[in-house]
Nanobody, 123 residues
Framework: VQLQASGGGLVQAGGSLRLSCVAS????????MAWFRQTPGKEREFVAA????????VYGDSVKGRLTINRENRLNTVYLRMYNLKTEDTAIYFC?????????????????WGQGTLVTVSS
């Protein structure tokens, strides 16, 4: 499956943003979907994951309570809604797909990655 992330941009601290990830070449409903983020010089960090059904979700500790992941399988799209953004949320955000639901925070589980979308939070 191919993934295309979008929705990044410049936002002030305290603001909100919604990222989208559209899948093609496969049925999104078969995949666990996740978002990761990365800043220069740092490892890619787990942000959130959602099961194929849209039921179980998992969030990284640094973003709990400020982000919501959801999916619209009929649109082959996964969303990441971000609230009360902080400057430390500045990063490139990547969506990823996995055929399993297990160690969702483990990068190695994901076989497909989008190209990333840049989120910049200004103070």
């Amino acid at each position: 499956v191919q993934l295309q992330a979008s929705g990044g941009g410049l936002v002030q601290a305290g603001g909100s943003l919604r990222l989208s990830c559209v899948a093609s070449g496969g049925e999104l409903e078969k995949y666990t979907m996740a978002w990761f983020r990365q800043t220069p010089g740092k490892e890619r960090e787990f942000v959130a994951a959602i099961s194929w059904s849209g039921g179980p979700t998992v969030y990284g500790d640094s973003v709990k309570g400020r982000l919501t992941i959801n999916r619209e399988n009929r649109l082959n799209t996964v969303y990441l809604r971000m609230y009360n953004l902080k400057t430390e949320d500045t990063a490139i955000y990547f969506c990823a797909a996995s055929t399993t639901w297990g160690l969702v925070a483990d990068l190695a589980q994901y076989s497909s990655w989008g190209q990333g979308t840049l989120v910049t939070v200004s103070s």
